[in-house]
C-alpha cells in the first residue's frame, strides 16, 4: 500500500498565474475527494469523484477551480488566476466503495501565492 | 445541516497520562459515522478511531477509545497513556450514513491542537 500521493509538496506562484496539482489515490480505492484546508480550520470539502464522474462540488468552488480524473485513476485540481485567498493546503484522499470506508489522505500540498 | 463543535482549541498532557478531547455534532439524521483525526506537525491526516452510530459499544483501537452518547450527540476522545508521538492536531468529523448524492463528504470540526508534554 504506497498511500495517497500528491504532487507538489509545495508551490508558490504570483497572482494571477495558474497551478495545478496532482494526486494519486491508493490503486483499489474508486471514490478520489478533495479538500481545502487554512491554518488553523478543519478540511473544507471541494469535490468528490466516484471513478471519473465528479459527483458532487461544492460552492466554494468558484469558476477558477477545475477537477478532473479522467480515467478514474489520478486527479488534476487546477486553480486559474490565482488570488492571494487561495493560499491553502490542498487535502486529497480517497477511499473504497463501502459506505463506511475511511478517507485516507495524502500529504497535501501547500500553495502560497504572492 | 450537520454541525461539528470541538469546544478546546489547545489541550496539554503529561507523557503516560490520560487526556479526553471533547466534540459535540448536532444532526436530526439516526444513521451517521464518527471520526476521529489525528493530523500530526508532518501534515497527513490519519484515521484514529471511527464509530457507527448504530452500534451501542462504543470502539477502542489499542490506547484510544471513544464515549459516545447519541442521545446527547456527543463524541469524546479518550487517549490512555499519552506519548510523545500524540502530540497533533485531532480532528472530530462526521459523516452521513446515506450513500446518496451529497452525503459522502465528511464535516469536519476545527480541531483541538494536543501537546504531550516528557
Known amino acids: 500500500d504506497t498511500g495517497v500521493s500528491q504532487d507538489p509538496r509545495h508551490k508558490i506562484t504570483k497572482r494571477g498565474q495558474n497551478v495545478t496539482f496532482r494526486c494519486d489515490p491508493i490503486?483499489?480505492?474508486?471514490?478520489l475527494y478533495w479538500y481545502r484546508q487554512t491554518l488553523g480550520q478543519g478540511p473544507e470539502f471541494l469535490t468528490y469523484f466516484q471513478n471519473e464522474a465528479q459527483l458532487e462540488k461544492s460552492r466554494l468552488l468558484s469558476d477558477r477551480f477545475s477537477a478532473e480524473r479522467p480515467k478514474g485513476s489520478f486527479s488534476t485540481l487546477e486553480i486559474q488566476r490565482t488570488e492571494q485567498g487561495d493560499s491553502a493546503m490542498y487535502l486529497c484522499a480517497s477511499s473504497s466503495q463501502g459506505t463506511d470506508s475511511p478517507l485516507h489522505f495524502g500529504n497535501g500540498t501547500r500553495l502560497t501565492v504572492t | 445541516a450537520q454541525t461539528v463543535t470541538q469546544s478546546q482549541p489547545e489541550m496539554s498532557v503529561q507523557e503516560a497520562e490520560t487526556v479526553t478531547l471533547s466534540c459535540t455534532y448536532d444532526t436530526s439524521e439516526s444513521d451517521y459515522y464518527l471520526f476521529w483525526y489525528k493530523q500530526p506537525p508532518s501534515r497527513q491526516m490519519i484515521l484514529v478511531i471511527r464509530?457507527?452510530?448504530?452500534k451501542q459499544q462504543n470502539a477502542t483501537e489499542n490506547r484510544f477509545s471513544v464515549n459516545f452518547q447519541k442521545a446527547a450527540k456527543s463524541f469524546s476522545l479518550k487517549i490512555s497513556d499519552s506519548q510523545l508521538g500524540d502530540a497533533a492536531m485531532y480532528f472530530c468529523a462526521y459523516r452521513s450514513s446515506y450513500n446518496a448524492g451529497n452525503n459522502r463528504k465528511l464535516i469536519w470540526g476545527l480541531g483541538t491542537s494536543l501537546a504531550v508534554n516528557p
Open positions: 464509530q457507527e452510530a448504530y
Open positions: 490503486s483499489e480505492h474508486n471514490r
